[in-house]
């Protein structure tokens, strides 16, 4: 079963950055690169939104309210996944889940246990 652990988040200010985490871990060998890694993110009241997903071979896609702002990373060997966070605005304010697409099995999807990020002055 494939865990997924994030990390980093706090308060920031706006206009500040923030660089969030996530490692990823399993009973048996794994293999990170068949997993497209995603952030999304769910704000109060707000449905979970896709914020940014990077494919094993670092194929990358954001939405467009972070574009410019946020970008993701990933180091295959580590099997984590990071999220810079520049720039930031109070409607970046959300919990931030780590997600991990099987690519080459379309049920699984794996979610970590989400951190909360808030945007404040």
């Known amino acids: 079963q494939v865990q997924l652990v994030e990390s980093g988040g706090g308060l920031v200010q706006p206009g500040g950055s923030l660089k969030l985490s996530c490692k990823m871990s399993?009973?048996?060998?794994?293999?990170?690169?068949?997993?497209?890694m995603g952030w999304y993110r769910q704000a109060p009241g707000k449905q979970r939104e896709l914020v940014a997903t990077?494919?094993?071979?670092?194929?990358?896609h954001y939405v467009d309210s972070v574009k410019g702002r946020f970008t993701i990373s990933r180091d295959n060997s580590k099997k984590t996944v990071d999220l810079r966070m520049n720039l930031v605005k109070p409607e970046d304010t959300a919990v931030y889940y780590c997600?991990?697409?099987?690519?080459?099995?379309?049920?699984?999807?794996?979610w970590g246990q989400g951190t909360q990020v808030t945007v404040a002055a």
């Open positions: 997600n991990a697409k099987n690519d080459h099995d379309a049920n699984e999807n794996n």
């Open positions: 399993r009973a048996i060998t794994s293999t990170f690169n068949m997993y497209t």
């Open positions: 990077i494919t094993s071979g670092r194929t990358t």
